[in-house]
Structures are given as C-alpha cells and as structure tokens.
C-alpha cells in the first residue's frame, strides 16, 4: 500500500473509534485480537446495509423467500458439505524464512520470470544466501537486501543460473508460486488446516470423558492416546457454522414446500458466520467472526450460466447503488484453475481498496452438488417435480430433477468497510474566523446512514430545546431513527454529524417561534433551507425515498 492509501485505512481505523463505528473487541483488556465491536454508529450501518440486501433481495422479489437457521447444525451438515474433511485452506512454509501462508493467494510467477528473494535488510540476505547455500548447495548473488539467481523455467521447475549463463546449473521442483513477503520459492508441500470453531454440545464437560480415558490408558502410546481422546472428543463436538448458506440446501424442501415455491426460487439468509481464519488483515476485511448475506437461488439444469449473469449484474448494480464511486466496484471471471471443484463458473465482484481490487461477493454457479451431497449423506429426497415440463430422458411430461444453484454470497461486515472507504471525503472550508480548515464528511448512502437527520435547538434556552423535541417525537412516531443534539456551539454540531454522515440537520432557532419555520441542513452542501418545521418529517421521508 502506498503513504496515502495507507494513511486513508488509518483514517477509517481513527475515525470508527472516534465516532462510534467499530472498536477493538475487549480494549479494557487489551484487544482480542482480529475481533470487533460495532458501536452505536456501527450497529446502525450494519442494520441498514443488511436491511436494504434483504429488501432487494427478499421482499421485493416474488421468488425469494427467507430464513433465519442456527448457526450450530448438526454435525452431519459439514461431513455432508466437505467443509469438516476439505473446510480447509491448504498451507504452506517457506523453508528459508519460515513464513506460513495460504498457497491460493500466493503470488504466482510464471515461466521466464525472475525469482528475487527480498530481505528485509542486508543481514538478513546474508543469513539467508548462507542457508540456501547449507541446504541446497547453490551460491545465489547478494543485490543489496536481494537475492539473485533463481528463475522459473516451467510449470513445475526453477532454476539457479550462473549470472552470464542461459543454462541452469542446478533445477528444483516449482509449486507454482513464491512466499508472499519474501519471494522465496523453497517451500515445503501444501498442508491442510481446519478452519472450523469447533465447541462441544451439553452440559457435561468433555474433560472429564478425557481425563478418566487418559487414566485408564496410563501405558498406551501417544497414537492410541490420540486416537482415544479424538472419538471422545468427535462424540459431542458441533461447529459454529463457516457460512450461512448449508441451511438453505437442508431447508429446501420445507422453505419450497411451504411457500408453494416454484423454480427457479431463492432461499436468502443474513447472519454470523466464523472461520478460524490463517491470516486476519485490513480491520475487519477478514475476521474470525463477521457477518454474510448469502441467498441460494434453485434453477432449472442448463439454465444455470444464464442466471449466473443475471445475478452478477444485479448484485453489482446493487454495490453501485449506493456508492459515491461506482466506478471502484467489478466483477472477475474466475479462471479454470480457481474454480471450487463443484462450481462450473464464478464471478468475483471486487472493490478497489486502499491495497487494491480485492473480494467484496462471490456469485457462484455451484451445480447440483450441494443438494446431491445432502440427499446422499441424509437419505431426503432433494428433488423438484416440474409438472408442466416434460423430462428430456423419457420425452413424457413431468420432470423430476436436482435443481442447479447460484449463490451470490456477500460480506456485510466487508460491506459495510468498502462504504466507509466509498464515503470518506475531506474538504477545505473557511472556518468562523475565515480561516482554512478540513471537513471531514461521511457521505453515507442516507439509506445506509446510521442517523438520517439531528435535530438541533439553535441555544438550549427561549423554548427551542422544547419545539426541537416535538419535531423528534414525530420522527420517532413514524420509525426514523433521528437524534437530538444540543451540546456544544452549532458550527461544532455540525462538523460532528458530518463525521459521523448524518445527511440532514434540521436546527430550530429563533425565528421559529416568529413564523414554525426551521433550517435544513444538507451534508454534502452545505446548503440550508428554511422549511415549515410541520413539514420537516415529510420533506426527510421523501429525500430518504428518492436517495
Ligand atoms: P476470501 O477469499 O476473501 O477469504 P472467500 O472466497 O473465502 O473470501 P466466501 O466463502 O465466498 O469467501 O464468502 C462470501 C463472502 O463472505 C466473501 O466475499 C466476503 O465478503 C465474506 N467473507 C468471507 N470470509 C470472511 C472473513 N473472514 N471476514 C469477513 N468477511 C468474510
């Protein structure tokens, strides 16, 4: 990340703590790490970023219905799922600097290229030219804090080449990618890891099951131990789900059955999901814990691509939306070799972030495979029976068939991280005494705005805390959440909502007692109007629906 796209993270990380959008979880202790707290701003963005994607995607649709499943299922769910055998991201070490990371974001140069190895500094190249060298018997060439030498001859091969020389002098298998700190390409072969919290279910504790194992096999060896304490250990264990969109496959049949639901239909759900994840980065990027807006929607066999685009444009038309940047928002094809090995197509929508275009949703084409894999594990018939179709194999009408899946699987807490980074905006103004001075403005989507308007009494005497307290109990009547606010001088006010992205502020003065008029405020502007204070809640119901 560059000075200034890294300066903008600190930014959003300052102002979070600052305004009431994310704290560190636990602070008073010190912070738990990669865990966060959405405060009193931050609760109210999530809620509306989470309550627009089911408006657009449930109550507006005729073919989508919700639920609301629990986070932990029966274990069955994810032996069914792959995700307890391959819920698992394979991991690799670098042999020289011992770095761990995930080989699917490793950086991949191809064949010809150059494999540099950079050090931090000069010693530590040192340190790691005379390791290569124990190891691997070959005497790469010191750049400063490089390492030079190694290059990729083909898929699966890298060489060490003399410095005036084409031909290798020594060859080593290539996994395809290099270390991503260092550019190292000695690494050790790909492990799996288990990305599932796995708890226990029912009050015993399992401890006591071990424990008494452990004493009535004092003389067993460490395999059998293992082995032992694993089965009792598997005999209550239950997982906290890693996303949210199995229940949809093992509620489809009583969602489709009880809403009458016709193909193509969708199961859409929005909640917790956590995965014990290798590397947590970028605030709440990637966490432990974070929230998903996934939906599974159910197609006919062979019309799955054609859903898939539809449902790539939508979503990304969506993320536009509400964006003052549309323009930082893509989709990406996935490659063949990126592909899950039940997906036959996938899109990446993408957001360009302070460290570049990364993944904001996945749009998937996931098969048949997830309700074939349930059917299989738990013996129900996950079918639908298409009456007014006939059944390609036997030409007669009826069709009974495994439906194919899109899932659009969202982020909301990434979400809600890409429009605090969309909305950030700094600007010079003159202050009071006609000096310069810098805005800081939250252009939140009003929709998204966690307050959509404050209310201010002009001085907290002369009857205007008591008018402006009227004008919020009519917000409050009709459902919109507003906030009175009389601390501080009225410039100061501003500036705070401005921060905090409160659209509108509507200030109550002197003159509303002469004539019931008030002020309106626009964040973005700055411009004020005079408004009958009778109709400030209509005038804010009808910006908030044209926004
Ligand atoms: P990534 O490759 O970025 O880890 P993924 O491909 O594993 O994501 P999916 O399983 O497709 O993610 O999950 C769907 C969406 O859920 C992602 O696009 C992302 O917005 C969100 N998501 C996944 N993992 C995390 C996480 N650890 N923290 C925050 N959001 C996440």
Known sequence: MSKEQNSLMDKIVSLSKQRGFIFQSSEIYGGL???????????????????????????EREDVTGIDAS?????????????????SDPLVDCLISKERFRADKAPKPQKGDELP?????????????????????????????????????????????????????????????????????????????????????????????????????READSKTIREGVDSIVKESAVYLRPETAQAMFVQFLNCQQSMSMKVPFGIAQMGKSFRNEITTEHFIFRSCEFEQMEMEF?????????WLDYWRDKRLEW???????PEKFIYR??????????????????????????????VASRTDYDLKKHAEHSGAKLSYFDQQKEDPKTGKMGWRYTPYVIEPAAGATRGLLVYLLDAYHEETVKDGKGNDSTRVVMKLHPRL?????????LVKKEGLPKIAREIVSDFFKAGINVKYDENHAIGKRYRRHDEAGTPYCITVDGQTKEDGTVTIRDRDTMVQERIPAKEALRIVQDRLVKS
């Open 319 to 325: 993320w536009k939306s509400y964006a003052n940047h």
């Open 71 to 87: 986070i932990v299922m029966h274990p069955k769910v994810w032996h069914a799922s792959g995700h307890l055998a391959g819920f």
């Open 117 to 217: 190895i950079s050090c931090v500094d000069k010693g530590q190249a040192k340190a790691y030219k005379e390791a290569i060298k124990k190891r691997f018997e070959i005497e790469l060439r010191r750049n400063g804090k490089t390492l030079e030498g190694l290059r990729v001859i083909d898929e699966k091969t890298f060489g060490f080449f003399e410095s005036d020389s084409d031909v290798s002098a020594n060859t080593f298998p290539y996994a395809g990618y290099v270390g991503p700190t260092f550019g190292c390409p000695f690494l050790s072969e790909e492990r799996q890891f288990n990305l599932m919290f796995r708890t226990q279910l029912g009050p015993v504790d399992v401890l006591n099951s071990i424990s008494k194992f452990m004493e009535d096999n």
């Open 449 to 457: 705005a966690p307050i959509k308007a404050a209310i201010l009494p």
């Open 298 to 306: 159910f197609v006919e066999p062979g019309t799955q691509i054609e």
């Open 33 to 59: 790490k990669s865990a966060y707290d959405y405060g009193p701003l931050g609760v109210e963005l999530k809620r509306n970023i989470m309550n627009e994607w089911w408006r657009s995607m449930v109550h």
């Open 333 to 362: 094809k996935h490659d063949a070799d990126e592909l899950a090995h039940y997906a036959d197509a996938c899109y990446d929508i993408e957001y360009e972030y302070p460290w570049g275009y990364d993944e904001l949703e996945g």
